[in-house]
């Protein structure tokens, strides 16, 4: 195996448990003391392993494992307490795939905006314009001088697929997003994802569908309760996971 | 450092960002371009009615007492925007701030330099009211007018420090922005704008020179006026606008861990 491109070491990162943690200067100043919960949750902690260049990995376990939270850390958009995670060049994150959108904006802005938050330059923008919006189909394209909020949902994820999915990073982070869109889209994203990966791209999916995580990764890791619990090919870790869950 | 030249690096995506802002508030109508310069006339107008008009006190700032006050109010303009919008910087930004790992930084800066951009764009009515003065007799240009650009400087210095304070407080404790609303209007009459430091009782004077405003306007106002500058007032300023940025790159990286996990 080459270099890694992600290295996570030893990362743990720490929640509260409460939702309403904000402190607030009323109650401070009221009663004399921050009420606000000191309880807190280990979300991840002691996560390591490494990813090398052209890897596809997939990340199973049971909903509110860390998964999403992992995938975060190694985004960079979150920072987590202890350890850290390293990545070798930058990361196309498909994790809030309308997040760079801006509703009051049109979709030609738009993409022109988000391409450029994440490090291309206008020329390299203005190359892949056309592809860009062929692969998010014609009535996005009939509508790119309308505020992007008036797109429908669907309509925003597919730009948001197609805008993210023709950056030049080395790794792509994927959440559960290949469930947006019709059948029909659907398999334009498998499409796509099969081109990037065969363009030796690395890969890092969680999914909850065992045939969308065979049909791309060959490496699995296991999350259960912040914490890790296998890491190895994909099948393995798959029918594993699938023999806990029928157990609870 | 790093994280300054990380900064650098991305200057592309900060000019991306600014150019957005100035589109979304320039964008849709003439009207917001008048819009940054009714603002500020309208409170000289009203502060000009009543202090000369009224009260016939046009010796509480330098002569000519409009000129002396379109300085002023044309400063606070982007003092006071910056610092309600820097506040907002992350929160009004959580979708963008969440999916792009650029260094977090960046978004107070870009609020600073697209507000900063209006300020100069409101300028050319402080070219027209001096050219009047300065036709009329009543007003005389000197050469440090060259302390202008220094103060422009130092203003957004000062400004990306208060706002690299705000912004990570404002995620994690509430009622701060009400808090500085409050703050922000009593400030405004702490602030030698409508008249000048030594109009002010002794022991007030020295309070008032620790308001890092004091000596950034007497940069500002040098040049339009033939007065002595208050180099104690300036020292403060430029000690405060270091120890704002110093103090306030070392809290946001404090806080940055948690505010991510907020918001």
């Given at each position: 195996?080459?270099?890694?491109?992600?290295?996570?070491?030893?990362?743990?990162?720490?929640?509260?448990?409460?939702?309403?943690?904000?402190?607030?200067?009323?109650?401070?100043?009221?009663?004399?003391?921050?009420?606000?919960?000191?309880?807190?949750?280990?979300?991840?902690?002691?996560?390591?392993?490494?990813?090398?260049?052209?890897?596809?990995?997939?990340?199973?376990?049971?909903?509110?494992?860390?998964?999403?939270?992992?995938?975060?850390?190694?985004?960079?958009?979150?920072?987590?307490?202890?350890?850290?995670?390293?990545?070798?060049?930058?990361?196309?994150?498909?994790?809030?795939?309308?997040g760079g959108f801006l509703g009051e904006l049109t979709a030609r802005e738009n993409i022109y905006l988000t391409g450029g938050l994440h490090?291309?330059?206008?020329?390299?923008?203005?190359?892949?314009?056309?592809?860009?919006?062929?692969?998010?189909?014609?009535?996005?394209?009939?509508?790119?001088?309308?505020?992007?909020?008036?797109?429908?949902?669907?309509?925003?994820?597919?730009?948001?697929?197609?805008?993210?999915?023709?950056?030049?990073?080395?790794?792509?982070?994927?959440?559960?997003?290949?469930?947006?869109?019709?059948?029909?889209?659907?398999?334009?994203?498998?499409?796509?994802?099969?081109?990037?990966?065969?363009?030796?791209?690395?890969?890092?999916?969680?999914?909850?569908?065992?045939?969308?995580?065979?049909?791309?990764?060959?490496?699995?890791?296991?999350?259960?309760?912040?914490?890790?619990?296998?890491?190895?090919?994909?099948?393995?870790?798959?029918?594993?996971?699938?023999?806990?869950?029928?157990?609870? | 450092?790093?994280?300054?030249?990380?900064?650098?690096?991305?200057?592309?995506?900060?000019?991306?960002?600014?150019?957005?802002?100035?589109?979304?508030?320039?964008?849709?109508?003439?009207?917001?371009?008048?819009?940054?310069?009714?603002?500020?006339?309208?409170?000289?107008?009203?502060?000009?009615?009543?202090?000369?008009?009224?009260?016939?006190?046009?010796?509480?700032?330098?002569?000519?007492?409009?000129?002396?006050?379109?300085?002023?109010?044309?400063?606070?303009?982007?003092?006071?925007?910056?610092?309600?919008?820097?506040?907002?910087?992350?929160?009004?930004?959580?979708?963008?701030?969440?999916?792009?790992?650029?260094?977090?930084?960046?978004?107070?800066?870009?609020?600073?330099?697209?507000?900063?951009?209006?300020?100069?764009?409101?300028?050319?009515?402080?070219?027209?009211?001096?050219?009047?003065?300065?036709?009329?007799?009543?007003?005389?240009?000197?050469?440090?007018?060259?302390?202008?650009?220094?103060?422009?400087?130092?203003?957004?210095?000062?400004?990306?420090?208060?706002?690299?304070?705000?912004?990570?407080?404002?995620?994690?404790?509430?009622?701060?922005?009400?808090?500085?609303?409050?703050?922000?209007?009593?400030?405004?009459?702490?602030?030698?704008?409508?008249?000048?430091?030594?109009?002010?009782?002794?022991?007030?004077?020295?309070?008032?020179?620790?308001?890092?405003?004091?000596?950034?306007?007497?940069?500002?106002?040098?040049?339009?006026?033939?007065?002595?500058?208050?180099?104690?007032?300036?020292?403060?300023?430029?000690?405060?606008?270091?120890?704002?940025?110093?103090?306030?790159?070392?809290?946001?990286?404090?806080?940055?861990?948690?505010?991510?996990?907020?918001?």
């Open positions: 195996m080459s270099d890694p491109v992600i290295t996570v070491d030893d990362v743990g990162i720490e929640f509260y448990r409460s939702r309403k943690r904000k402190l607030s200067i009323r109650e401070m100043v009221l009663k004399g003391t921050d009420t606000s919960s000191k309880d807190t949750f280990w979300a991840l902690r002691n996560i390591s392993f490494d990813v090398g260049e052209g890897e596809a990995v997939g990340l199973v376990g049971p909903n509110g494992t860390g998964k999403s939270t992992l995938l975060k850390v190694i985004a960079g958009v979150l920072i987590p307490d202890e350890g850290q995670a390293t990545i070798n060049g930058g990361v196309a994150p498909l994790i809030e795939l309308t490090g291309l330059t206008k020329e390299q923008i203005d190359e892949r314009f056309d592809d860009i919006v062929d692969f998010a189909g014609p009535q996005v394209r009939a509508g790119l001088n309308m505020p992007f909020r008036h797109f429908s949902s669907g309509m925003q994820s597919r730009l948001g697929f197609a805008v993210i999915t023709s950056l030049d990073e080395p790794v792509i982070l994927v959440d559960e997003a290949l469930a947006v869109g019709d059948q029909a889209f659907r398999n334009k994203c498998y499409g796509r994802m099969e081109e990037l990966l065969s363009a030796g791209r690395t890969l890092f999916l969680v999914s909850h569908s065992p045939a969308d995580l065979k049909r791309f990764c060959t490496r699995g890791i296991y999350l259960s309760g912040g914490r890790l619990v296998a890491d190895g090919p994909m099948d393995e870790v798959s029918d594993r996971y699938a023999a806990d869950q029928k157990k609870a | 450092m790093t994280r300054l030249q990380a900064i650098l690096d991305r200057r592309a995506i900060l000019e991306i960002l600014v150019r957005r802002d100035l589109r979304v508030r320039y964008a849709r109508s003439i009207l917001g371009y008048l819009w940054t310069i009714i603002d500020p006339l309208a409170m000289a107008l009203i502060y000009f009615m009543i202090f000369v008009v009224i009260f016939k006190r046009s010796d509480a700032g330098h002569t000519p007492y409009f000129l002396f006050l379109i300085v002023g109010l044309l400063v606070w303009q982007w003092f006071s925007a910056s610092i309600t919008e820097t506040g907002r910087a992350l929160i009004m930004e959580q979708k963008l701030v969440r999916s792009t790992n650029l260094p977090r930084e960046m978004w107070i800066i870009r609020v600073v330099i697209a507000k900063g951009i209006e300020f100069l764009l409101s300028l050319p009515i402080l070219v027209v009211f001096t050219a009047w003065y300065v036709m009329g007799g009543e007003a005389h240009l000197n050469w440090r007018l060259l302390l202008f650009p220094v103060a422009v400087v130092q203003q957004f210095l000062m400004l990306v420090g208060f706002g690299l304070i705000l912004a990570p407080v404002t995620v994690l404790v509430d009622d701060t922005t009400r808090v500085v609303r409050i703050i922000m209007r009593m400030m405004f009459y702490v602030t030698p704008i409508i008249y000048v430091i030594e109009r002010a009782p002794d022991w007030l004077q020295t309070i008032f020179m620790f308001n890092p405003l004091a000596g950034l306007l007497e940069f500002y106002r040098a040049g339009f006026f033939e007065v002595p500058i208050n180099w104690a007032a300036v020292a403060v300023s430029w000690v405060m606008t270091f120890g704002l940025i110093g103090f306030g790159l070392h809290l946001f990286g404090r806080l940055e861990r948690a505010v991510l996990k907020e918001i």
